[in-house]
């Protein structure tokens, strides 16, 4: 029994050691909230940190990144969606209690769903295909995201009966929505390897993680269209120091909210360890530097496996930046609401490129983010008749693609890559002074 008690004591001791360490400072900067970490170091913390501050669509301006021996201390600066400190305190609360538990890997659960797991190739209409199959099937969709990048959709489906209100659990039922919905990710194609659709196993991964995995397992990476040749929305640079023995990565790009999670999603997932990382932001542009290794401690070994990291880290950045007019969706629950708003959008020459499914107390809440159908932006006229076709109080436009994310050329590349050489010569000087290369072995 003594033993016993000190053996409990001791796990306590450890349990403390390791809990990570949040300090909120509202009086340093002017413009920007600080959340100061302090983590052992270990594969997934980063990333479970950052994916706490963005699911509150906190944008994080700054970060600092650094690994001192097994230790991690990271500082964020963070606003919130409209870039104004965050003087909430129960958010405040709520980020330190997250932080502090991302050592026992907590997530939520979804609970009395049934979730599918769904890639494919893309086309017009695909997504009202969708929901009309499940609409006939008597599936009511709770929850679900949505994204497409080159070609390829990948997208996450939480389902529950219409009648029972009760998760799907019979396999003969689950093994007909599985194959009906194959056949519509396959449509005419002579590949019918092509569409996985199956239930998700792991309810515990993030759900926007899940996404970026089964797109990276789907290979989008490899495909390029070319209309992102042309405009390219993302330079991603990949070196190595060999003297310390890091691989060096510059991502510069359009500014946005989660790009920071994504980036470090993919790293994460690719099983790279960061070790340092700069993250700065200035108007609505991005640069981030990382120092990384692999998990064995070894950095990049060859020039295939640098080019695979740049396609990866380019794709995990497009999946998100959706292209079109981003439209929301508020209307009373019921079935087959899902089906036909899609089924509008597409007799009406809209594509959907990415879309976000929540309902909650009976009420529906979805964005869609749609194209013409030629992946442009749809005309001003033909949005305001979809409107009126769903209902102007039900269906609004929440925002118009600007200027500058429709416009992309040579020159505005090359300038691009000059600011990512002058950025990297400026951080390769004074790396000593930032004290970003202590010895990590």
Not at 10 to 16: A, D, F, G, H, Q
Not at 113 to 139: K, P, Y
Not at 277 to 284: F, V
Request: glycine content about 6%.
């Amino acid at each position: 029994m003594a033993m016993k008690g000190y053996l409990d004591e001791y796990e306590k001791l450890v349990i403390r050691m390791n809990t990570p360490r949040v300090v909120i400072d509202n009086g340093v900067c002017s413009s920007a909230t600080i959340v100061k970490v302090d983590s052992p170091r270990g594969h997934g913390i980063l990333l479970e940190a950052v994916q706490i501050l963005t699911d509150l669509n906190l944008s994080i301006k700054k970060a600092y990144i650094s690994s001192d021996g097994r230790w991690n201390m990271d500082v964020f600066h963070v606003t919130d969606i409209n870039g104004n400190k965050l003087n909430d305190q129960s958010v405040l609360k709520y980020i330190e209690q997250s932080i502090e538990t991302v050592y026992y890997g907590e997530n939520i659960e979804v609970n009395g769903l049934t979730a599918l797991e769904l890639t494919g190739t893309d086309r017009i209409g695909l997504l009202s295909e969708m929901f009309a199959v499940l609409s006939d099937l008597n599936c009511d969709v709770v929850d679900a995201k949505l994204w497409t990048h080159n070609g390829r959709v990948a997208s996450m489906i939480y389902l529950k009966d219409c009648s029972s209100g009760s998760p799907i659990l019979d396999s003969h039922r689950i093994s007909k929505i599985e194959g009906r919905l194959k056949n519509v990710l396959n449509g005419d194609s002579d590949v019918k390897s092509a569409a996985k659709t199956c239930v998700s196993v792991d309810m515990m991964t993030h759900i926007e993680r899940r996404l970026h995995q089964l797109m990276f397992e789907d290979r989008d990476y490899e495909k390029r269209s070319k209309k992102q040749e042309r405009s390219p929305m993302v330079v991603v640079t990949v070196q190595n120091w060999a003297e310390r023995g890091y691989s060096v990565v510059n991502v510069h790009c359009r500014d946005r909210t989660k790009l920071l999670f994504d980036v470090v999603c993919t790293l994460t997932d690719m099983e790279y360890a960061v070790f340092h990382a700069t993250i700065n932001t200035s108007e609505d542009q991005a640069h981030l530097e990382f120092y990384i290794r692999h998990k064995d401690g070894s950095p990049i070994s060859s020039e295939a496996e640098r080019q695979r990291v740049i396609q990866c880290l380019e794709a995990a950045v497009e999946r998100r930046a959706s292209e079109g007019v981003r439209l929301e969706l508020r209307h009373p629950d019921k079935q087959g609401l899902l089906a036909e708003v899609t089924r509008t959008f597409r007799e009406n020459g809209l594509n959907v490129t990415r879309t976000e499914i929540s309902t909650s107390c009976g009420m529906a809440t979805n964005i869609f983010y749609v194209t013409d159908a030629n992946g442009d932006e749809a005309d001003s006229k033909l949005i305001e008749s979809v409107r009126e076709k769903i209902g102007f109080e039900c269906l609004r436009v929440k925002e118009m693609p600007s200027v500058n994310q429709r416009k992309g050329d040579g020159e505005e590349h090359q300038q691009t890559k000059a600011v990512l050489v002058s950025l990297g010569s400026l951080v390769w000087r004074n790396l000593f002074s930032f004290g970003l290369v202590k010895s990590c072995s």
